[in-house]
């Protein structure tokens, strides 16, 4: 059962904040759940990540929600995670397009979620179905229930540097989703009729 929310925006740079405040403050707060908001601290987005949750255990959350601070959302994105979770899923997300490309088979300013098909991960589409599980996401726009971090050993979110030219295998915020299906075995629920903007 959806309690208590935390809604952490784990984003270090203020250029954006000033819309994404004003769309937060107008958000629709789920009847009977608590909600609070928290920036997040720390020198890194793997940190800035960790306090939130930090933040979420200290004041006895059911839920950990992260929602981008260079983005806006439809102001009922809270209301929808919270029907999905009530509805037994403990960890839901939307889509959010990216900026620019994160790899050659892209489009400019497309939304990514990957399901896993035997060796490789693949790009869902979001017109072939509103509701889709799916295996990994980034955290622009996430919600999960805290108790699935008992399933994942520390640091919940790290960067996965593979080189020495500090080139990586993924970003922490997909690993972190990625582990919460693997690891703590939970169903990700993407629901793609949720409206997101990056600024």
Request: proline residues 4%; negative net charge.
């Amino acid at each position: 059962m959806v309690k208590k929310i935390v809604v952490c925006t784990a984003w270090g740079s203020p250029f954006s904040w000033t819309h994404a405040a004003y769309n937060m403050m107008n958000l629709t707060r789920p009847p009977g759940v608590d909600v609070m908001f928290t920036p997040g601290y720390g020198w890194c987005p793997a940190r800035r990540h960790m306090y939130g949750v930090e933040r979420a255990l200290e004041w006895g959350a059911s839920h950990v929600c992260f929602l981008g601070g260079d983005q806006v959302h439809e102001l009922g994105i809270l209301v929808k995670f919270t029907d999905h979770l009530e509805s037994g899923y403990k960890v839901v997300t939307a889509l959010v397009n990216s900026r620019g490309r994160v790899s050659e088979d892209q489009e400019p300013f497309q939304s990514n979620a990957w399901k896993q098909e035997e060796d490789k991960f693949v790009r869902i589409d979001k017109e072939d179905n509103p509701l889709q599980e799916i295996d990994t996401i980034g955290s622009g726009a996430l919600i999960f229930d805290i108790g699935l971090l008992s399933s994942l050993k520390k640091p919940w979110f790290e960067e996965a540097i593979i080189d020495k030219d500090c080139n990586r295998v993924t970003t922490m915020d997909t690993r972190f989703v990625w582990r919460l299906r693997n690891e703590a075995k939970a169903k990700i629920l993407c629901d793609c009729s949720i409206g997101t903007k990056h600024l």
